[in-house]
């Protein structure tokens, strides 16, 4: 498997991750949920990930329709 830094992969139990550092036996891989993990290169339960990116969660105040409580306020200055 060729990978490179910065590589989306997909791990089975870990999820989506970012791959930091690659060689022929160690692969680094950086998840949201645990961390920077090391895992064994030929043995990785991981696939890379190609032309497309992880989903993530969107913060409370980002998510479509949101309002701050400023918002439509008029300011008596």
Do not use: C
């Amino acid at each position: 498997m060729e990978l490179k830094a910065g590589q989306y992969v997909r791990h089975a139990k870990y999820g989506w991750g970012t791959v930091v550092d690659y060689d022929r036996h160690q692969t680094l891989v950086f998840f949201r949920s645990i961390g920077i993990k090391r895992l064994q290169t030929d043995s990785a339960n991981f696939a890379a990930v190609t032309g497309e990116t992880p989903r993530t969660k969107r913060l409370s105040n980002t998510r479509p329709g949101f309002r701050s409580s400023r918002a439509g306020q008029v300011s008596d200055g």
